[in-house]
């Protein structure tokens, strides 16, 4: 058995801010007895001005989120996910990067969100991820001895492929920090996590924004802890902070892939793409 906890922030737009709120929920998540702590993405700032969000920009090892995560992971001896931040890269470009720190304040790994969310909703809002961050091209599993981890980040969830990749790697623990919009989480957040929990017999954390931020975003919140059966073990509200916690019994993923070996019945296919209909009927 496992505790862990996922954070729900509403971040603002200044990192020196949003340090002290991670601090307060990490503390209060390790002194509710969570080993392993994740929070949402864009942990560090939520700044929709290109301009201004170039100038809190820094790499990594001066990035103040990574800097007092890895500080507190030691103190606490926890496992302490940052499910991600803007870090500038050393070629001027910029990585949606979560960061994994263990209870020794090492730098465990890093993931880079593969996929960048690209959309034009029908309510007006508009994103292009790609045109401030490059996209990762590695998906990772860690081995933490008590479980195996699985990364992605928030847009990454629409892509399945990934998390089977992960759990057919031995993931048993799929992490989705988010700042969904309030539009698609309303419509899809619970039923992808859901989904991704059941197809793949693994638990699913997902921290997430919620609320109003300070530069005009609205975010989903309900940040979800799932099991492999596709239970809500727990929730956080539609807006503003929490700390959810549950215990996580990591055979249970071993047992749920033992009912339904979906993983293993998986069989390569070839696809066939067929003619057009003739007017009239089948084509000779």
């Known amino acids: 058995m496992i505790k ?13 801010r949003n340090v002290q709120t991670m601090e307060r929920l990490v503390r209060e998540a390790a002194a509710a007895g969570a080993t392993y702590v994740q ?16 100038t809190i920009l820094r790499e990594q090892e001066n990035d103040i989120i990574a800097c007092r995560a890895g500080e507190l992971a030691a103190e606490l001896g926890i496992y302490l996910h940052v499910g991600s931040t803007a870090i500038a890269r ?10 994994l720190f263990d209870p020794k304040g090492r730098l465990a790994t890093t993931y880079d969100k593969i996929h960048m969310f690209d959309v034009d909703l029908d309510n007006g809002e508009s994103w ?10 590695d998906a990772r ?4 001895g008590f479980a195996r981890l699985g990364f992605a980040i928030c847009y990454d969830v629409r892509f399945p492929a990934l998390f089977r990749a992960e759990a057919v ?32 017999g693994a638990f699913v954390i997902a921290a997430a924004q919620g609320g109003l931020h300070e530069d005009g975003r609205e975010t989903y919140g309900h940040s979800l802890i799932i099991d492999p059966w596709g239970r809500i073990l727990a929730e956080g509200p539609e807006a503003g902070e929490a700390v959810i916690l549950a215990e996580l019994d990591i055979s249970a993923s071993r047992a749920a892939r033992a009912r ?11 696809l066939d793409m067929l003619p057009a209909l003739a007017k009239g009927g089948l084509t000779a």
């Open 4 to 16: 862990v906890a996922s954070i729900q922030m509403c971040s603002g737009t200044q990192p020196e």
């Open 90 to 99: 050393g070629d001027g470009k910029i990585a949606n990067r979560g960061l």
């Open 169 to 200: 790697a031995g993931a048993e623990i799929l992490t989705v920090p988010a700042a969904f919009t309030r539009q698609t989480g309303e419509a899809h957040w619970h039923v992808l996590l859901r989904a991704r929990a059941i197809e793949n």
């Open 39 to 54: 929070t949402p993405e864009m942990t560090g700032a939520l700044q929709r001005d290109r301009a201004i969000f170039s």
């Open 260 to 270: 339904i070996p979906n993983l293993k019945n998986a069989r390569d296919f070839n």
């Open 128 to 137: 292009r991820e790609s045109s401030a961050y490059t996209p990762g091209k």
């Open 141 to 144: 599993v860690i081995d933490l």
